[in-house]
């Protein structure tokens, strides 16, 4: 499986993929909003994209398919449950459904509500697994609820889902949120001495070439995998008394999407 990330250089910050065949050359593009960038650089690769994925509804996901479509007459795929709100997709996915690209790339399918009730991200199994998380799960943060999402069901796909796949897949979000992202885990737990590490790189970086996080990396380093920290606990008592001295994994991740709202 080959791998491209494209920086889309907009307000959105909007990563862009391209998952292509080996053998074939064939290719999926993911979330194509600045649909020009992908083009290029699968002609730049020598790469046909015949297949589009979105993640989810929002228009900073969905605006690129029709001219996309237009250029390369590609089929366009999405969660069942948000197709009619998308338009023109060809084929509706639900749990556990693969795609195919060429003869040599499978991905699964993960249903994983919570930014939208209709999300999916994609997982790609084998020796270097991968996750193509959306806006679901971010490199060292969770996805927003504001726009037809629930955060329960964010908490219920983070514990039940993301936190049980292997700790070497690769996160691959739709959006390049790194830095403040960390900002926040170690506002709500300063003594992290994993997230100051990975943040003093990242102010570093140009978003183009910024960290790929593993999972094993994102539970050291995002707070909303890290529900039993004692510090993280301690401060979050402080903004919300009524949690009471032990709250459980539930309460605090509500609490603390609750906060990164205003953040």
């Known amino acids: 499986m080959l791998i491209e990330r494209i920086w889309s250089a907009n307000p959105y910050r909007n990563f862009h993929y391209l998952i292509a065949c080996a053998e074939t050359g064939e290719a999926l593009a993911i979330d194509p909003l600045e649909w020009r960038l992908c083009l290029e650089m699968a002609r730049a690769k ?4 015949t297949q589009i994925l979105n993640t989810h509804e929002h228009r900073d996901h ?3 398919n029709a001219g996309l479509v237009a250029a390369t007459g590609a089929r366009v795929l999405a969660h069942a449950g948000a197709a009619n709100r998308i338009g023109g997709v060809d084929r509706g996915l639900g749990k556990g ?3 195919r690209v060429g003869r040599t ?22 020796d270097q697994p991968a996750l193509f ?8 943060g969770a996805g927003n609820c504001h726009n037809g999402g629930h955060p329960l069901e964010l908490y219920e796909t983070f514990v039940t889902q993301l936190a049980r796949l292997p700790e070497e897949t690769r996160v691959f979000p ?9 900002e926040f885990t170690l506002d709500r737990e300063p003594d992290n001495a994993a997230a100051e590490k990975l943040l003093d790189a990242a102010r570093l970086q140009a978003p183009a070439a910024m960290t790929i996080t593993t999972l094993g990396e994102e539970k050291r380093v995002n707070t909303f995998f ?21 709250p459980d994994a539930r309460t605090v991740f509500l609490k603390l999407r609750e906060l990164r709202n205003s953040w």
């Open 62 to 64: 969905t605006g690129g």
């Open 105 to 126: 790339v499978e991905l699964e399918c993960l249903d994983t509500p919570g930014h939208t009730m209709a999300h999916i991200c994609l997982l790609a199994r084998g």
């Open 226 to 246: 890290r529900l039993q920290s004692p510090t993280l606990i301690a401060r979050l008592r402080a903004a919300f008394p009524d949690i009471g001295e032990q």
């Open 133 to 140: 998380s959306g806006d679901t799960l971010f490199n060292a």
């Open 174 to 182: 739709g959006h390049e949120y790194l830095a403040r992202n960390l």
């Open 97 to 99: 459904d693969i795609l």
């Open 46 to 49: 020598g790469w046909q994209i």
